[in-house]
């Protein structure tokens, strides 16, 4: 996630400096405290932990075997690319529709003194800045060759900062959807609207890749980074409103410490 998308999410969490939010204590103090837990929760996390981290790793690593033949696949047949699936897949992901979503629930908020609203708002902010940190180190670390650079799916260049072409590992896009999904799914109140949630997300998926901008290895990883971030933020919200102590948030166990 690049410096201008980092501004758009903290303008918008200005907006929750509001009084009304204030009251609910959904602004920027609060944004602050939380984001240093985010940053400690590693060295909270017990051996089942980074069992698990390392189940996730390896999970990637095995997909990544497939990369090339389900790429070769898709290829074959590119007269969907523009189709309206692939295209609100892609939208979906896209930053400002993350923040688009994000301020329509916080005006909401706002003018209607609702605190259902004003949670959705604010956790969407949060979720998509603490993921889309984590996806811009990655990619950054990684330098991955995009699908559409015709090399190979094994072709690093580690530390590349500004040739967007090796920054394939993981995907920006797979990773707000799933943020944002997840968050929408979380707060509603349908099972029908929690499954219905992550329609858009797994067609962010299969647009990433259709599009040749991705491999499915750097999606799948993308996924799981944005559910479990925005899982995490829900379960710390609705902790604090409850007072538990502990959360369980798959395929991560992070503890939280309430004052």
Not at 45 to 67: P, Y
Not at 120 to 125: K, N, T
Not at 138 to 163: C, E, H, I, V, W
Request: proline share 3%.
């Amino acid at each position: 996630m690049r410096m201008k998308t980092i501004a758009i999410f903290l303008l918008l969490v200005i907006v929750f400096e509001n009084p009304l939010f204030s009251q609910n204590k959904y602004n920027f103090a609060q944004l602050r405290d939380e984001t240093v837990d985010f940053i400690k929760q590693p060295s909270k996390w017990e051996r089942n932990d980074w069992l698990k981290l390392g189940l996730i790793g390896a999970g990637t690593f095995l997909v990544m075997q497939a990369d090339q033949p389900i790429r070769d696949a898709l290829m074959k047949d590119q007269s969907y690319y523009k189709s309206f699936p692939v295209e609100f897949g892609k939208l979906w992901g896209e930053t400002y529709s993350t923040a688009i979503v994000a301020g329509m629930f916080g005006l909401h908020g706002i003018l209607a003194d609702d605190k259902t609203t004003k949670k959705v708002g604010f956790e969407i902010i949060q979720a998509a800045l603490y993921s889309g940190g984590i996806t811009s180190i990655l990619k950054f670390a990684f330098g991955r060759a995009r699908p559409f650079m015709n090399k190979s799916s094994a072709d690093y260049q580690p530390f590349t900062l500004l040739d967007d072409g090796l920054h394939s590992f993981p995907s920006g896009h797979t990773t707000l959807a799933f943020a944002l999904s997840t968050i929408l799914s979380r707060n509603s109140q349908s099972s029908a609207l929690k499954v219905l949630a992550f329609v858009p997300a797994a067609l962010t998926v299969f647009s990433r890749v259709y599009q040749d901008y991705h491999w499915t290895s750097d999606c799948l990883l993308s996924a799981v980074v944005g559910f479990v971030v925005a899982t995490w933020v829900v379960d710390l919200h609705d902790q604090k409103e409850s007072q538990v102590q502990v959360s369980s948030v798959y395929p991560l166990t992070i503890r939280i410490n309430l004052d």
